[in-house]
């Protein structure tokens, strides 16, 4: 069984423009969520998707946005990047949402890289 | 709030000493804990959980983990460490319930173990 696959691996973009990150999740998983990685401030929680409907968001500006597909794919987008949004962006999977099943199934992430 | 703690941020260790990672977590309800690794270069991965019974859960790879209500505690440990043990570690947490919720995860652990 295929695991979480997020695309791009790696990015860089400067200050002031958009970008957007797409998951593809576990075959069969209905729940995907991010997370942001930093050395400082460790993994935070932005948001999670389930049956296409956000169900539950972090404490992140508007700037940071997302959505999920019919077929459970998903995609976050970050607008008006400023330097601290350089971070590992890790998607994550699960058959039910966190809440009902708990563990989750992570990609490698998506590291972005605002100059 | 909930919030997860861990008290060692870098542990060095010669391979076959023992581990043991401290995790001390806040919330006064039903709680769901995890224990994941993240390998050098690789994705986070689930070493083990606790929902329920016994406290003394057993993961992957020889680790453990007790979960102890009264101390709001649930430490890792092995009893021999290896070099391929080297990675970071994380304790969390599940907030919420049912189709909604999010794993809250402390600031994460690096261990090196030194051949």
């Known amino acids: 069984k295929a695991g979480v696959t997020q695309t791009p691996r790696y990015l860089i973009k400067t200050r002031g423009q958009q970008v957007t990150l797409s998951c593809s999740p576990i075959s069969g998983h209905r729940s995907v969520s991010w997370y942001q990685q930093t050395p400082g401030q460790g993994l935070q929680f932005l948001f999670e998707?389930?049956?296409?409907?956000?169900?539950n968001k972090g404490n992140f500006p508007g700037r940071f946005s997302g959505r999920q597909f019919s077929n459970s794919r998903s995609e976050m987008n970050v607008s008006t990047l400023e330097l601290g949004d350089s971070a590992l962006y890790l998607c994550?999977?699960?058959?039910?949402?966190?809440?009902?099943?708990?563990?989750?199934?992570f990609g490698e992430g998506s590291r972005l890289t605002v100059l | 709030a909930q919030s997860v703690s861990q008290h060692n941020h870098h542990v060095i260790l010669s391979e076959a000493a023992s581990l043991e990672l401290g995790c001390n977590y806040s919330y006064g309800g039903t709680v769901n804990l995890f224990w994941y690794v993240q390998y050098p270069g690789q994705h986070l991965q689930l070493l083990l959980k606790y929902f329920s019974g016994d406290p003394l859960v057993k993961g992957i790879k020889g680790f453990e983990a007790e979960f102890i209500k009264s101390k709001f505690s649930f430490n890792l440990r092995k009893p021999s460490v290896q070099w391929s043990d080297t990675a970071e570690y994380f304790c969390a947490v599940i907030s919420g319930s049912g189709n909604t919720g999010k794993l809250i995860f402390g600031q994460g652990t690096t261990l090196q173990v030194k051949p």
């Open positions: 998707y389930f049956s296409e409907t956000q169900r």
């Open positions: 994550a999977s699960a058959p039910r949402g966190t809440g009902a099943y708990g563990e989750l199934f």
